[in-house]
Structure formats: C-alpha cells, structure tokens
C-alpha cells in the first residue's frame, strides 16, 4: 500500500521534479509514448492524434487559486511526433474538449497553460462538450470538497477504432469517452462511459466499476495497488456512494 500511495501522491507532481522518474503510471502499450507534464501526464497515440489516457490528482485546495485565463490552445512540445494543431479544428465542427480542465488547475498560471496543450483534448461536439463532459467535471469538483485527495484518468476509448477524422493530421473523431474517479480516502472508485451523442446531462446511467471500463478500453488502471485491494475497489461499485444530485443543491 506504502509503494501505491507513492504512485498516488506523485501523480500532481510528474514531470521535472527530482526523485519521480519512476513513476508507476497506466501500463503503456505499443505505440503510446508517455508525455509528462508538471502537473499531469498522458499516453499519446499518434495514430490517432489523441491521448489514450490522461492522469491527474485533484484536491479542493487546487480550486481555490481564481486564475484568470483565456482558451489558447497550442501545440505540445513534448510530443515527439507532434500533436493536433489550431489548423486542424479549424471549419471541422468540433470543439478541444480539454480531458484535464482547466478550473482544476486554478492554483498555478502554469497548470492551467498546460490544458490547453491540443494533446489534452479530444474532439467533442459543443452540447456534449457544455451538457454532459463539463458536468462530469462539475460533480467532481463537487465531490473533492468532501475529502482529501481525487484520482482521475480519462479519455476516448480507442479500442472503437476505425474512426472517422479530420485535419491535416486526420484527428480521430472518438464515438465514446470514459473517465475513472478514485477516493483513497474511502478506498472506493468507479467511472464513467459516455457516448459522445449524449448532450442530456443524466450521468447515473453512464456509471459503472472501474473493472467495466478496463475491459471497455483495455487499460488497467492503478495498476500498483495489491491484487487484493485493487479487486476489491474496481469491482466495488455502488451508486449510492456517489452524490449524483450534489448539482442540484
């Protein structure tokens, strides 16, 4: 458990950081190449121009800073094969929809500049973008405010593929996303898998166990848990330990 928490804790603190270049992160597949920023990390597939999986931690405290920012999304230099560009969105009918957003990372200018890389976005349409993905990301800022520490990944499930694209590097156009929350704190966790048509808002029916979405998606998540404890919080599942109406206070 000391080895997991480790993983947990450098999770908001990856890349540059003296002593961390031994991160147990998701297991990485062929042709995913691991990009490490300061304040999170993802699996690039160039095949795709996406991230297969980003990674973060999120505490209320990261809420709190009031950053002011305006969307500028850029090019990530840390791609070694370059990722989507400003181009490629351009008269295509899809927004950047960040995977890590920006009002988690209000605590730091920096931490904030870092989501608008093109590598932290998938294509998303704008209802689905405004309805449905930003909700998930309002009930968890929610959630973080009643104890420590909030694990998150997510991203597009790639394991759809063929995908349409657009773009001059043929951005994959993904038909699901999938985002997976875990509580150390209660030791439990459960994600979310969301059709990228749906612009209604109801998350409950999108919910499931964190063992669903790994064999959705082929990742295993928080790989560095013992057997036992990693089994027993990613096929623990229950609704009820999840306030799904907390946006409705």
């Known amino acids: ?8 804790i450098s999770l908001s603190v990856f890349a540059g950081v003296s002593g961390q270049d031994n991160l147990e992160l998701q297991v990485l597949k062929p042709r995913e190449e691991l990009v490490r920023h300061k304040h999170f990390a993802l699996a690039f597939v160039e095949g795709y121009e996406l991230a297969s999986w980003v990674a973060y931690s999120l ?7 009031g950053i002011e920012y305006k969307e500028k999304f850029e090019e990530d230099p840390l791609v070694s094969t370059g990722s989507a560009t400003k181009k490629d969105y351009k ?6 929809g960040q995977l890590v957003p920006a009002e988690d990372m209000m605590f ?3 931490a904030v500049m870092e989501t608008f890389y093109y590598s932290n976005t998938a294509p998303m349409k704008q209802a689905f973008y405004k309805y449905t993905w930003k909700k998930t990301e309002d009930m968890i800022r929610e959630w973080v405010k009643e104890t420590d520490t ?3 990944v997510a991203g597009p499930v790639l394991a759809d593929s063929p995908f349409p694209t657009f773009g001059e590097n043929k951005v994959s156009i993904p038909s699901r996303f999938y985002k997976v929350v875990l509580d150390l704190k209660s030791g439990k966790g459960f994600g979310f898998m969301i059709k990228s048509s749906l612009s209604t808002g109801a998350l409950k029916p999108t919910a499931m166990s964190i063992d669903e979405v790994e064999k959705i998606t082929g990742i295993d998540f928080f790989s560095s848990l013992p057997d036992e404890d990693e089994e027993k919080i990613e096929s623990g599942f229950n609704l009820s330990d999840w306030n799904f109406e907390i946006l409705d206070k």
């Open 59 to 65: 505490t209320a405290n990261q809420l709190l800073g």
């Open 150 to 152: 909030l694990y998150i």
């Open 108 to 110: 730091s200018e920096e």
């Open 1 to 8: 458990m000391k080895r997991f928490l480790i993983f947990l």
């Open 91 to 96: 008269d295509a009918g899809y927004l950047p």
